[in-house]
Nanobody
């Protein structure tokens, strides 16, 4: 059974940086994609960034483009989300997600991902 375990959330001042990690354990062969979504109170879950695991192509939301970098460690089945220049509106629970069902070409819909982590809180103070 595969699990996704996130870490790295916390409280940071506006303009600061955080790096989130997502480690996939268990059967991870043939994973196609790993990504990050976020959900603020009262809002829908929204796409942040994703990575095509076999091709290495990266995708970003417009709001995070230029401020975030998603990367991977193939040997440890871990993805990272480095976020810089954080703003109070970035405050949310950040979820890691992964998919094994089909090659990934930048589908921003949460339903494109079949496995989710438990989430990690990111709070940006003004």
């Amino acid at each position: 059974q595969v699990q996704l375990v996130e870490s790295g959330g916390g409280l940071v001042q506006a303009g600061g940086s955080l790096r989130l990690s997502c480690a996939a354990s268990g059967r991870t062969a043939s994973m196609y994609a790993m990504g990050w979504f976020r959900q603020a109170p009262g809002k829908e879950r929204e796409f942040v960034a994703a990575l095509s695991w076999n091709r290495g192509t990266t995708y970003y939301s417009d709001s995070m483009k230029g401020r975030a970098t998603i990367s991977r460690d193939n040997a440890n089945n871990t993805a990272y989300l480095q976020m810089n220049g954080l703003k109070p509106e970035d405050t949310a629970v950040y979820y890691c997600a992964a998919d094994w069902s089909r090659p990934y070409y930048g589908n921003y819909d949460p339903r494109a991902f079949t496995l989710w982590g438990q989430g990690t809180q990111v709070t940006v103070s003004s």
